[in-house]
């Protein structure tokens, strides 16, 4: 990629939907590092001198599972420094015997790119894929795999976050994790008047600078 910002989500569609075996490698073997490494809350590949070929083989058995895969960059964040891209992605995926009518689900890409001169002009430089890290939400994975479980794979996360709210009460009741006065170096008041904070962090205190700039 010359331009990742602007190639990546094209990138995106010849590696997860092509329309046949032939682009999709040739895809893999231009775009991602020769040692490139992948986590997946299902798989990994670990970085080796030959890890591209397990990395296509987990993109093939991808696409033999679902035969229409879509996938819609939201959003595209680039830090050029890092060499890093991250991506907002809404993909469909339907697995291919399976009854069941699929459903959207979200996930954000993390690629770690890697420079390097282009082969036809070493002035040039391009960027390869060196790791690539997918992340879902749990209702998310179960829309990948069994839609019909969202519904209650999100009541699952409410009912976790109600009881979070009930043991945060009862055991500050007990005396773990509780709101104390600030007097005596104990704690923070709520409501401090005079008594000093803890200290601003640094990128807080670049944006109180800017805004006084301001």
């Known amino acids: 990629m010359e331009d990742p910002v602007k190639e990546i989500p094209i990138v995106l569609k010849l590696v997860t939907a092509a329309i046949n075996p032939e682009i999709q490698t040739a895809a893999v073997l231009k775009y991602y590092a020769p040692d490139v490494r992948f986590r997946h809350p299902f798989c990994a590949v670990s970085s080796a001198p030959d890890s591209r070929d397990a990395m296509l ?9 679902s035969p229409v895969i879509r996938g819609d960059v939201n959003g595209v964040t680039y830090d050029k420094e890092k060499n890093s891209i991250f991506l907002d ?19 954000v890409i ?9 082969p036809s002009d070493p002035s040039k430089t391009l ?3 060196a790791e690539q890290e997918d992340f879902y939400h749990p209702d998310d994975l179960a829309a990948l795999l069994v839609p019909p ?8 996360l409410q009912a976790a976050t109600f ?15 509780r709101v104390r006065d600030g007097e005596g170096g104990q704690g923070v008041a709520l409501r401090p008047e005079g008594e000093p904070l803890p200290p601003v962090g640094e990128n807080e205190e670049w944006e109180l600078k800017a805004k ?3």
Do not use: E
């Open 57 to 65: 083989s987990v993109l093939q058995w991808y696409r033999i599972l």
């Open 89 to 107: 992605v809404t993909q469909t995926f339907h697995i291919r015997w399976s009854p069941l009518k699929p459903a959207p689900a979200r996930l």
């Open 110 to 118: 993390h690629l770690t790119l890697r420079p390097t001169p282009a």
């Open 127 to 129: 960027y390869l894929i």
């Open 149 to 156: 479980l969202v519904p209650v794979m999100r009541l699952a």
């Open 163 to 177: 009881a979070c709210k009930v043991n945060a009460r009862v055991f500050g009741a007990l005396g773990y994790w």
């Open 212 to 214: 006084k700039n301001d």
